[in-house]
């Protein structure tokens, strides 16, 4: 297992175009998460699964954003109708349980670089 | 709403220069985590720290956390250019939450 791995790692679409990332974590992860982040600020947290479960999404994530991970293992994004605010760096991260977290941390792929134009 | 605020927000030295980035909040968390991300990658974990002034040190890095675990610093003694890079801290453990609070980030250039 080489760590998550993300596809594409750069995007670029027109506006108003959907647009489809994929997530593969670590495969004894159970949890996986997505932000998003733009140049030079913090992650922003889009939402999280526990196994198949989707246990969490941010007021961010407008109906627009819709995520899945069906067999709690790869897990993939969409953006319908992308707009220009849409460009940044989506990130998903995988993790052990919460209490693993603590102490390990979460590992996080190289992301995808999407660029509304 | 937990926050965890940085700073300075951004930080340009020469090598060979000490630093300190701080990481502070009015939440109490079980533990913290200092990440370090190289554009157009993920972040990396460097550290966690859990006990209340709890120090850790990581060759030229060195991390601590409060007494009250509410704030943490990183120290890098004679800076490189290879420590170039966007910290971030994490909080985890505070309150009900299920994943862990994000800072903004330090953004550092360290100048040959």
């Known amino acids: 297992d080489t760590g998550v791995s993300q596809d594409p790692r750069h995007k670029i679409t027109k506006r108003g175009q959907n647009v489809t990332f994929r997530c593969d974590p670590i495969?004894?992860?159970?949890?996986l998460y997505w932000y998003r982040q733009t140049l030079g600020q913090g992650p922003e947290f889009l939402t999280y699964?526990?196994?198949?479960?989707?246990?969490?999404k941010s007021r961010l994530l407008s109906d627009r954003f819709s995520a899945e991970r069906p067999k709690g293992s790869f897990s993939t994004l969409e953006i319908q109708r992308t707009e220009q605010g849409d460009s940044a760096m989506y990130l998903c991260?995988?993790?052990?349980?919460?209490?693993?977290?603590?102490?390990?941390?979460?590992?996080f792929g190289s992301g995808t670089r999407l660029t509304v134009v | 709403t937990q926050l965890l605020e940085q700073s300075p927000q951004f930080l340009s030295i020469q090598e060979g220069e000490n630093l300190t980035v701080y990481c502070n909040s009015s939440?109490?968390?079980?533990?913290l985590q200092w990440y370090r991300q190289e554009p157009g990658e993920g972040p990396v974990l460097l550290v966690t720290?859990?006990?209340g002034g709890e120090v850790k040190k990581l060759k030229r890095l060195t991390f601590q956390f409060g007494d009250a675990r509410k704030d943490s610093s990183l120290h890098i003694t004679a800076a490189q250019p290879g420590d170039t890079g966007l910290y971030l801290c994490?909080?985890?453990?505070?309150?009900?939450?299920?994943?862990?609070?994000w800072g903004l980030g330090t953004s550092l250039a360290v100048n040959p």
């Open positions: 991260a995988s993790s052990l349980a919460y209490t693993d977290v603590l102490n390990y941390g979460y590992t």
């Open positions: 495969s004894e992860h159970n949890r």
């Open positions: 699964f526990q196994n198949e479960a989707q246990l969490e």
């Open positions: 939440s109490v968390f079980s533990s």
């Open positions: 720290v859990v006990t």
């Open positions: 994490a909080g985890g453990g505070a309150g009900n939450n299920r994943k862990l609070i």
